[in-house]
């Protein structure tokens, strides 16, 4: 029975190192691919952002990213307009959350 023990021990082990070996593989890849590709994705979510607001018309001052995270900022005439703008944000893909710090100016 003690044989079975440390037969058991033995066998954890190395599947015990094989976890942590793959949990510290995944946590390099993902960090990696936030180094290299994150600047890439920025300018890319940027311009597909900037390519809407022409569109739809609407001309807001300062567009910042942090990842997938879009800032708006910028003074627009409306609280509808202001909705607008956020609504048009949020139809695009890859945007994860929106931080509007849009304000409101009479014209």
Known sequence: MNDSTSSNQFIKSPLI????VAVLVVATLVAASEYFLRPQIESELKQEITRSFVQAGFSI???NL???????NGA????LAAQKVENTTKQIWGV???DNQI???KP
Not at 17 to 20: E, I, R
Not at 76 to 79: G, L
Request: hydrophobic share 50%.
């Open 96 to 98: 994860r959350q929106i």
């Open 103 to 105: 304000i409101i100016k």
């Open 61 to 63: 001052a300062d567009i």
């Open 76 to 79: 627009v005439s409306s609280k």
């Open 17 to 20: 190192l094989l976890v942590l």
């Open 66 to 72: 942090s990842g997938r995270d879009v800032t708006l």
